[in-house]
Each structure stands twice: as structure tokens, then as C-alpha cells.
């Protein structure tokens, strides 16, 4: 096998993982669902993942923080206006979600709640994870101090933990309620929130003409 079909099946038993794992929760998961969703032997999937605690760390790392990188990180860090980024970053994802996606819930917060407890390993990978996301936060918030969107008082390292941790409690409440609604409200909530952190005269109303 080449190089490139090498990742293209490592990569297709990542993704089929984060399905399973994010239907089930990763105890729950099965690697016969997994092997049947890629059509692979249990020899293929174990010469790329020598167990199942492998398979489930490198979801966390190259599916989970990935999609965090590509949809939050990378768009923060490259935006001009990084505060104004943030705020559309949270529109976009109250416009996306739906039925099914509160049904199943954030793979982050599912992850941090089932396995935090139980297993160091995902917990040290979870973590990371939430300090990038508290970094990248403070990074925008700290720039928006520069372009005068955020209060020279603010406390950008505390309001940037405020933000990841409200943002995942979104999802906790909205899939324990299975609503939508539910989500979206608490997203424009903590819209407000990042708005309060700028000048008074500022509103949500204000920023989405």
C-alpha cells in the first residue's frame, strides 16, 4: 500500500471512530460498527491503531481539535477583527445546528463528560483542547483591547474561560432539553456577553445590521 492509500484508510477509520464515538460515546463504541462502516479486516484497522484507547485519543487529536481549528482557531487567529470573527463564529454555528446535531450533542463536551473521570490520558488530550480554545479567545480579545472593541479593564484570560466554558454549557443544556431553540437563545445570550466586554453604545442589534 502507498503512502497517500495509507492515509486515506487511516483517515477513513478516523472519521468512521468520530461517528461511532459521537453516536455512542467512546465505552459504548464498536469497532465491529467501525470496521463495517470502512469495510476493513480487524487486522487493517489495528495495524493503524494497536487498541481501541489509540483509536479514541486520535480522534480527539486529528478529528475534534482539528474541526475546532479549522471552524474557531485558525479563523480567529486570521481575522483582522477577531472580535467581530468570534461573534460571527457563534451566528454561524446557531444557524447550523438542527434537530440531529442537539441530538447528538458537542464531541467535545460528550468526551470531557464521559471520559474526564475515568481515564487520565483523555483527560490531559481534553484539556489541551480547552486551553487552545481559551488561548485563541484571549488572543482575540486582547487584540480587540487594541482596536478599541474591548474594554481596557477587561480581563481577557478570565473572560475568554467564561466564553469556552458558557459555550459548551450551550450544548450541555440545549442536548439535555433536545432543543434547538434552547441553543440559540444561549448563544445570543453569550453574544450579548462578548458585546458588553466593548464600548456601551455597542448591541447585539447593533452588530448584525
Aim: with cysteine; aromatic share 6%; glycine share 6%.
Amino acid at each position: 500500500m502507498d503512502t497517500k492509500q495509507s492515509d486515506l484508510t487511516r483517515e477513513k477509520i478516523l472519521n468512521a471512530a468520530f461517528g461511532e464515538i459521537h453516536r455512542n460515546g467512546f465505552q459504548a463504541a464498536s469497532i465491529a460498527s467501525i470496521l463495517s462502516d470502512t469495510g476493513l479486516t480487524k487486522g487493517a484497522l489495528y495495524h493503524y491503531f494497536p487498541a481501541k484507547h489509540a483509536l479514541g485519543l486520535a480522534v480527539i487529536d486529528e478529528v475534534v481539535q482539528a474541526g475546532l481549528e479549522e471552524m474557531v482557531f485558525r479563523p480567529l487567529r486570521e481575522a483582522a477583527q477577531p472580535v467581530d470573527e468570534l461573534l460571527e463564529i457563534m451566528q454561524r454555528k446557531a444557524a447550523y445546528v438542527n434537530e440531529d446535531t442537539i441530538k447528538l450533542g458537542c464531541p467535545l463536551n460528550n468526551l470531557m463528560q464521559e471520559m474526564s473521570p475515568l481515564d487520565d490520558a483523555f483527560k490531559a488530550r481534553l484539556t489541551l483542547i480547552l486551553k487552545a480554545w481559551q488561548t485563541a479567545i484571549h488572543n482575540a480579545l486582547v487584540t480587540g483591547q487594541r482596536q478599541r472593541q474591548i474594554r481596557a479593564d477587561v480581563d481577557c484570560e478570565a473572560a475568554a474561560l467564561f466564553i469556552v466554558s458558557a459555550w459548551e454549557g450551550c450544548w450541555g443544556v440545549a442536548k439535555n432539553m433536545q432543543s434547538v431553540k434552547t441553543f440559540q437563545l444561549c448563544i445570543a445570550q453569550l453574544q450579548d456577553y462578548v458585546l458588553s466586554l466593548g464600548p456601551r453604545s455597542r448591541s447585539r442589534h447593533k452588530q448584525t445590521q
